[in-house]
């Protein structure tokens, strides 16, 4: 495996949108090795978004359908609709661990 030691940028133009069908998108990626918190910050509140090391952001000419929204978590207020779902799932267990995968999850996953 060849892991990318430098950063790379680039734009991928006219491709198919992945959240609206009938548009056309431009995405701008970054892989970047490094990313400091603040640079990451800086480019969450910019519309940024990533996973892992690849960062990329919808720079649309014709379109701003897909602008990311914050949302202030600490003082989010939750609707009676989503307190609902909560009360529902309140038996809902949630495990937290390192990434694994055994040959059972592999054969059930394929």
Known sequence: ??????????????????????????????????????????????????????????ECKECTKCISMRIDVKNYQFSRSEKRVIKKNAETKLYIQEPSLSVETFKFIR
């Open 1 to 58: 495996m060849h892991i990318l030691e430098r950063d790379i940028e680039f734009l991928e133009e006219n491709r198919e949108c992945s959240y609206f069908k009938e548009e056309t998108s431009d995405m701008r990626y970054r892989y970047i090795d490094n990313c400091t918190i603040e640079d990451y910050q800086n480019m969450l509140e910019h519309g940024w978004r990533r996973f892992g090391k690849m960062h990329f952001v919808p």
